[in-house]
């Protein structure tokens, strides 16, 4: 049988299959998307025109040849589903409603709207919609740094930590760079063995890093907007004064949700999740992972994926037998870091036991998982396969034969003619 054959026959066997809306495409949507693709109707919204590997950025902010490597198209991403760009204003129980007014139902809907705040800089989070707009800022912060003579980092966490290695690399850049952490060490998260932590900090000081630790910066900077900033001089809370050419924000992640939502959420604004990972006190085709639930995991894309490949398995049990559906906990991933200092540098914390620079230069420090995301993204030979003419937009279509639309006339129990104009198409 050949390929088109066999994804027809998919495309068949998908008619019959409940449609499930995945609220934001980062790493967590995109994951679960795909792995979900063959065994329900997927719907993923996304803002963006291009999937943002920010794993990847701090690269990309400081080396300009590494920075496309960050922006990644959808159009290869799902073969049955659909990538629909658009903004989720508002979740009801059956229905979304986007910022342009359209509105979608689903079956089955899965918030997976990430983080912003401390970093948001190198989210996918921030204002820049189209992937032009994301390189345009990645080069402003390139033009920043190599005029610099001076940088401050504020943030001890792998962010901040894996921003200095990075700029201990860029070549063009020579400033003096000092890191400050309201911590007594770097990395100071729960789970985090003292080992990585002065791993890290041995290698940063070697390298001519100046670590300032147990100090807050109370003012001279705006701290709820990540990133990089112009010339500052900032107040500390034992006083001192640190002035920089340029400063960049790297502290702790905010939650972004839809602004209406039915979820509960927790003193952090994460949205409060079963073990299941169905949303706490909603209707239970609600379901959340990632950075914007509170699930107990350390938030980091790897622990996401591990959510994600979980809930796609939950989420076909739901499908298949509906609210009486017994799904299985989510039991939690082991604390894992891996935090390069540069390509050659850094340390990480695996359940094998903490690592040296050897072991994370080779598992993530040479490449940052770029080419790994490309081809996960579905351009078999890496980014290589997306400069013979891929587009750079959603594929919105993806559904063909008004599969999508089928659906959503037998959710909302009207007919097809009457849903094109209340709901207008997709196309
Ligand atoms: C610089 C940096 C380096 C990092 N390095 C690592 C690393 O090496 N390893 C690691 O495991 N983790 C790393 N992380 C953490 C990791 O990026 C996050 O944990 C991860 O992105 C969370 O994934 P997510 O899918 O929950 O959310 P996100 O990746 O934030 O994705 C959320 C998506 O939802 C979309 N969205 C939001 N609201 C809406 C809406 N209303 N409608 C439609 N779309 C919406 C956004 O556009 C975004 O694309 C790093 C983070 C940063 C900032």
Redesign the pocket.
């Known amino acids: 049988m050949g390929c088109g054959s066999s994804t027809a026959a998919t495309n068949k066997s998908l008619e019959s299959k409940k449609l499930v809306m995945i609220?934001?495409?980062?790493?967590?949507?995109?994951?679960l998307a795909k792995t979900l693709d063959t065994k329900a109707n997927v719907l993923l919204?996304?803002?963006?025109d291009h999937?943002?590997h920010?794993?990847?950025?701090?690269r990309g902010a400081v080396q300009p040849d590494f920075a496309a490597s960050c922006v990644v198209p959808y159009s290869n991403l799902l073969t049955h589903g659909t990538v629909l760009q658009?903004?989720?204003?508002e979740v009801q129980e059956r229905l979304a409603i986007?910022?342009d007014g359209r509105k979608m139902p689903f079956d089955v809907c899965v918030c997976?709207?990430?983080?912003?705040g401390g970093?948001?800089?190198?989210?996918?989070?921030d204002a820049a919609?189209t992937g032009d707009e994301k390189l345009e800022k990645l080069k402003e912060v390139h033009d920043g740094v190599t005029a610099a003579k001076t940088v401050l980092i504020i943030g001890g966490g792998?962010?901040g930590i894996?921003?200095a290695g990075e700029l201990l690399d860029a070549s063009g850049c020579e400033a003096k760079i000092t890191l400050i952490t309201s911590g007594d060490k770097l990395m100071n998260l729960p789970g985090v063995q003292a080992k990585l932590q002065d791993k890290l900090a041995d290698q940063l000081t070697k390298r001519g890093v100046e670590l300032i630790f147990g100090e807050r910066v109370e003012s001279g900077i705006d701290m709820t907007n990540g990133g990089m900033h112009p010339a500052s001089t900032v107040y500390t809370s034992s006083g001192k004064t640190i002035s920089a050419d340029v400063v960049f924000v790297?502290t702790g992640?905010k939650p972004?949700?839809?602004?209406k939502h039915p979820f509960k959420l927790n003193d952090q604004g994460r949205i409060l999740v079963e073990k299941t990972l169905q949303c706490s006190g909603t209707a239970s085709q609600f379901f959340a992972?990632?950075?914007?639930?509170a699930t107990g995991d350390v938030?980091?894309?790897?622990?996401?994926?591990a959510q994600?490949a979980h809930l796609a398995k939950n989420i076909v049990k739901f499908c298949e037998n509906g609210p009486s559906a017994t799904l299985a906990p989510y039991k939690g991933t082991g604390v894992?870091?891996?935090?390069?200092i540069g390509k050659k540098g850094g340390a990480g914390q695996l359940p094998i036991g903490v690592v040296g620079s050897t072991i994370t230069s080779a598992a993530?420090g040479k490449g940052?998982?770029a080419d790994q995301f490309w081809k996960d993204m579905g351009f078999k030979e890496g980014r290589k396969g997306a400069e013979s003419g891929v587009l750079r937009t959603s594929s919105r279509d993806s559904m063909g034969s008004g599969r999508l639309q089928k659906r959503m006339s037998a959710i909302l129990d009207v007919d097809e003619k009457t849903l094109l104009e209340e709901y207008g198409s997709l196309d």
């Open positions: 609220i934001g495409g980062g790493y967590c949507g995109v994951k919204v996304e803002k963006k999937f943002f920010c794993i990847g950025s701090l658009a903004t989720v204003q986007m910022s997976a709207t990430g983080f912003s970093s948001a800089f190198w989210s996918g989070n919609i792998a962010v894996e921003m790297a992640p972004v949700l839809p602004e992972l990632g950075d914007c639930a938030l980091n894309a790897y622990h996401g994926a994600a894992a870091f891996i935090v390069p993530k940052l998982f």
